[in-house]
């Protein structure tokens, strides 16, 4: 397969992916079949039925590219706008500390420009343009080391529960006291 788990379907590769589908035109105009086709051109039959569809009902121009298969939601200038507010800091959008969260910048979206994105379409957006997530470097200083140690020693055992019960056991899920 040339396109094998959505490979090659980058917008640099798009003269391409038109290229292939016009031979696939030619092919078929002369009369091969749709399995010949996909062969020659090592592509899957289905992408060869699809597009004798679509070359049967508009020509080869149908076939030509379309664009990007994808296009951003905020533009340029609205990630720039985007940039901005999230350099501000959550709280100066209302939020009550200053950690940035997914949610957080999805609902900023959604109440400066009035669109819906999902998260990982936001998680995406901001990789693309060279956000990166950040863990903190160093503890706070608010933290209580020894309220955190003595919860591990004294509370945290105590909320665990053992992995077996002490008495025989059954191989039956459904009738555990079948023994």
């Known amino acids: 397969m040339r396109y094998a788990q ?3 379907l980058t917008a640099e590769r798009q003269p391409f992916r038109e290229r292939i589908r016009l031979q696939a035109a030619e092919l078929l ?6 399995a010949a086709v996909a062969k020659e051109l090592r592509v899957s039959v289905r992408s060869v039925q ?14 030509a590219s379309q664009g990007p298969v994808s296009r951003p939601k905020l533009s340029e200038a609205l990630f720039a706008v985007l ?9 100066a959008h209302g939020w009550p500390d200053q950690t940035w969260t997914l949610s ?13 994105m999902t998260l990982s379409a936001i998680a995406q957006m901001l990789h ?21 140690s003595g919860w591990v020693k004294e509370t945290w055992p105590q909320g665990e529960t053992p992995w077996r019960g ?6 039956s899920r459904t009738r555990q006291a079948s023994r």
């Open 128 to 148: 693309r343009q060279r956000f990166s997530h950040q863990v903190p470097a160093r503890r706070a200083v608010e933290r209580g080391e020894d309220a955190v």
């Open 83 to 91: 940039e901005r507010d999230l350099a501000e800091g959550p709280a």
């Open 166 to 171: 002490s008495g025989p056991g059954s191989a």
């Open 104 to 116: 957080r910048i999805s609902t900023l979206i959604g109440r400066r420009f009035h669109k819906g």
């Open 50 to 63: 699809r597009w004798r569809r679509t070359w049967e009902e508009g020509g080869e121009h149908a076939l």
């Open 6 to 8: 959505g490979g090659g």
């Open 29 to 34: 105009a002369v009369g091969h079949g749709n």
